[in-house]
């Protein structure tokens, strides 16, 4: 099973400013990764795919990058309305997929 | 605009059954897989259960032998057999449309709770 690392477990930023979550795999996943964002009470929303497509309707504050094991998602200038969790998927061995522990984004 | 409405969760006791439907429109429901993720009280993400367009089904093996995925297209319908239930099978449980190995749309979840 593919394991994915999610760095830091909480995340504190004003808003305006940049927020970068990380995410690694055991192994490589390619770039057969997504991010998904929880707000509270709410059902996941896809947000990037294959590691740095964005998903329809998704502001362009939100990017993806990397490939392999090492994969960030940027918030560009956060937003009150960003505060969830962030959850990063692998879909390398579909659809055995796995999710990330998440990472929670704190405003400031 | 899709739409996924799941429904069957409630109280159950160890040990006991449930069966869980997903509701889709908005989309041609049989071109899709379609996907069950569930999530522990204050937990994250897990995937459950997962059937093909054609029929396929495939399970983790934590439910494996207990659950049972099936979908209706003439009803547009996902179906999630639940027997054996655990306490550790309480969770939240999302049906999600599957594109290209995502789970690009969600249902807004049913809570299924197992105790005594």
């Known amino acids: 099973e593919i394991v994915l690392t999610q760095s830091p477990a909480t995340l504190s930023v004003s808003p305006g400013e940049r927020a970068t979550l990380s995410c690694r795999a055991s192994q490589s996943?390619?770039?057969?990764?997504?991010?998904?964002?929880?707000?509270?009470?709410q059902?996941?929303?896809?947000?990037?795919?294959?590691?740095?497509?964005?998903?329809t309707g998704i502001p362009a504050r939100f990017s993806g990058s990397g490939s392999g094991t090492d994969f960030t998602l940027t918030i560009s200038s956060l937003e009150p309305e960003d505060l969830a969790v962030y959850y990063c998927q692998q879909r390398t061995k579909w659809p055995q997929?796995?999710?990330?522990?998440?990472?929670k984004v704190d405003i400031k | 605009e899709v739409q996924l409405l799941e429904s069957g969760g409630g109280l159950v006791q160890p040990g006991g059954s449930l069966r869980l439907s997903c509701a889709a429109s908005g989309f041609t429901f049989s071109s899709y897989a379609m996907t069950w993720v569930r999530q522990a009280p204050g937990e994250g993400l897990e995937w459950v259960s997962a059937i093909g367009t054609g029929g396929d089904t495939h399970y983790a093996d934590s439910v494996k032998g207990r659950f049972t995925i099936s979908r209706d297209n003439s009803k547009n319908s996902l179906y999630l057999q639940m027997n054996s239930l655990r306490a550790e099978d309480t969770a939240v449980y999302y049906c999600a449309k599957d594109i290209h190995g995502y789970s690009a749309y969600w249902g807004q979840g049913t809570l299924v709770t197992v105790s005594s």
């Open chain 1, 97 to 103: 997929v796995t999710f990330g522990p998440g990472t």
């Open chain 1, 29 to 41: 996943v390619s770039s057969y990764l997504a991010w998904y964002q929880q707000k509270p009470g």
């Open chain 1, 43 to 55: 059902a996941p929303r896809l947000l990037i795919y294959d590691a740095s497509n964005r998903a």
